[in-house]
């Protein structure tokens, strides 16, 4: 969402009122303490920052493997974006301690100009459930050692497992302290990314609070546009030390939301594409191919490059929970106007496409796993003025036929846009008897903790299919930031006034930014929120703030008095 489009948002809302390194070690649901930092003795010396500036990363831990990645710099003149120069090869190994004495798995990769000098490979053939350590080697430099884990076995029933989820991640706007935090943990088994790891703007736009300062200018100078613009932006988010830090300690699972191509993204075009910047489909194509190069992520199932932008996907995790991700710019339709809001209903009109609907619905149906947890780019829950019963919207429908069913949006870029599709979902989750459905949710730069009503209308005498958590926004700016109150004084009776409208909705924090841990076990799914303190504080510290859960079979959730220990 646009500053514009966010603080329309808003003012409605005021109008309407790892334990082991060895193998075969529990990562999962107790994960290592073991310091990420340390170097490892090898024959080869530690890289000093001349051929791995970009760090090392992690992503989409299967049981047996997971996804390794990297930037070479073979000569200084070769930084992200360039376009020439020559082929080289960079070895990669997987060892059971972080000293390499016991290496499992290693190889060789070849990158070049054509791939940005990103090295990205699929390391297979590990144990499940397992803490690995990895590098890579170039010109006999080692990279900093990083630390993964696999998942599960399919089979197992671990007794949790812990989650860091983070969303909205603008270095214009702040420090990225909540990376910081994260890393420091030691109990977590995966960084859950749910879109707007970077942002597409230029130097002035977009940036800290009422007057968009730049905390630090983006590089290039210039919204991003060709594919340079992406590498070259991918490469300077990836020199953040707290990214850095971050990704070197835990595997991430990401999708992307709308800003790592353009602001309101949909299938065919977007807000922030103009004519003068060329075909959309184009840009859009060279956004996710520099993605496809930075990111420890597989697309259509694979860690190879170019062999399509499929995003969405399932990871499990035992018999305890499978997360699936979700794509919901590619095969969107356009978002209506405040003028045609009416059209939110039209059954014509899709967030998530047919064959990513079909898909979705087929996950959720499965039996040998407890939880079914979405990775949710944008909100699913009615955010709507006034929620009327079905009965009542239809009635006043026969005389004006412009009321939406679900009520009046305050956001039609998210769910609320796309009614029939959630409606669709909802229906299927309760005729199907699905149980232990949780959304997670970024985009909004907000916390928030809502039931999902059937019809919002009559919530709380109506059914529930399932919850939402959202977490706030690492950087972007929300509501104090824009409007420039101190935190926790307008914004209060916006909240409020949400939570009057919309009953299903039980937690809202519009002003803080930070990051949120979830942890889960057989009994109950638990989401903690922290908060960070000034975005342009380097040195922000960070505190727990409010827990929300929902109990196994109940499809609501509660407040808790505490963070998991």
């Keep these: 969402m646009t500053d514009i489009d966010r603080r329309q948002f808003l003012a409605a809302g005021a109008a309407s009122a790892a334990v082991a390194a060895s193998a075969g070690s529990a990562a999962w649901g107790l994960a290592g303490t073991a310091n990420a930092s340390a170097s490892a003795d090898s024959a080869e010396a530690t890289d000093d920052g001349v051929y791995f500036r970009h760090g090392v990363a992690s992503g989409d831990p299967l049981p ?20 020439s120069g020559p082929a080289v090869k960079v070895r990669w190994e997987v060892a059971t301690d972080r000293r390499f004495e016991h290496v499992v798995r290693d190889g060789t990769a070849t990158t070049s100009p054509r791939r940005d000098y990103t090295v990205k490979v699929d390391a297979g053939g590990l144990r499940p459930d397992t803490v690995y350590w990895y590098r890579f080697v170039f010109h006999s430099r080692r990279s900093p050692v990083g630390r993964t884990t696999t998942a599960p076995g399919s089979l197992s029933t671990p007794h949790n497992i812990r989650l860091g989820v983070v969303s909205c991640s603008n270095l214009q706007a702040g420090y990225f302290s909540a990376y910081r935090h994260l890393a420091r943990r030691d109990d977590l088994d995966a960084v859950v990314h749910l879109g707007d790891y970077l942002y597409e703007y230029g130097p002035g736009e977009y940036g800290y609070g009422q007057s968009n300062k730049d905390i630090r200018a983006h590089v290039p100078a210039h919204e991003m546009v060709s594919l340079a613009d992406y590498r070259r ?5 990836k020199r953040d030390p707290d990214l850095r830090s971050l990704h070197a300690r835990l595997p991430f699972i990401c999708t992307w939301d709308d800003h790592e191509t353009t602001n309101d993204a949909y299938r065919r075009g977007a807000e922030n594409h103009q004519p003068d910047e060329g075909d959309y489909l184009a840009r859009r194509a060279r956004a996710y191919r520099a993605y496809d190069e930075w990111m420890p992520t597989r697309l259509d199932g694979t860690s190879r490059l170019g062999d399509g932008s499929r995003i969405y996907r399932s990871l499990r ?5 499978e997360l699936s991700m979700l794509d919901l710019r590619t095969y969107r339709s356009r978002q209506v106007t405040q003028t045609d809001l009416g059209s939110v209903d039209d059954p014509g009109r899709s967030i998530t496409g047919d064959n990513q609907m079909t898909w979705l619905k087929h996950r959720l149906l499965e039996r040998s796993v407890q939880w079914k947890v979405v990775g949710n780019p944008v909100m699913i829950a009615p955010l709507v003025f006034p929620p009327l019963p079905n009965e009542l919207t239809g009635a006043v429908n026969d005389v004006t036929g412009l009321l939406p069913r679900d009520g009046v949006p305050y956001n039609v870029d998210q769910w609320d846009g ?6 669709e979902l909802f229906r299927h989750l309760l005729d199907r008897g699905v149980q232990d459905t949780v959304f997670l949710t970024g985009d909004i730069h907000s916390a928030w903790a809502a039931d999902l009503p059937v019809n919002a209308g009559t919530y709380p005498l109506s059914r529930s299919v399932g919850t939402e958590f959202i977490c706030t926004s690492v950087t972007s700016n929300n509501l104090d930031d824009i409007t420039g109150s101190p935190p926790r004084t307008t914004s209060v009776a ?3 006034a949400i939570k009057a409208d919309n009953r299903h ?19 109950r799914l638990q989401m903690d929120y922290y908060v960070i303190g000034d975005r342009a504080d380097r040195d922000a510290r960070s505190r727990w703030t409010q827990s929300w859960a929902t109990a196994a079979g109940t499809q609501r959730v509660h407040r808790v008095d505490g963070p998991v220990g």
């Design 317 to 321: 995790f035992g018999r305890l929970a």
């Design 505 to 523: 909705i039980k937690y809202v924090n519009l002003d803080d930014h930070g990051y949120s841990v979830v942890d889960v076990t057989p009994s």
């Design 494 to 496: 916006v909240e409020e």
């Design 64 to 83: 047996h493997g997971v996804v390794l990645w990297t930037r070479v710099t073979p000569a200084p003149r070769l930084t992200p974006g360039t376009t």
């Design 418 to 423: 796309y009614t029939a599709d959630r409606h």
């Design 233 to 237: 932006r991918h490469g300077q988010y």
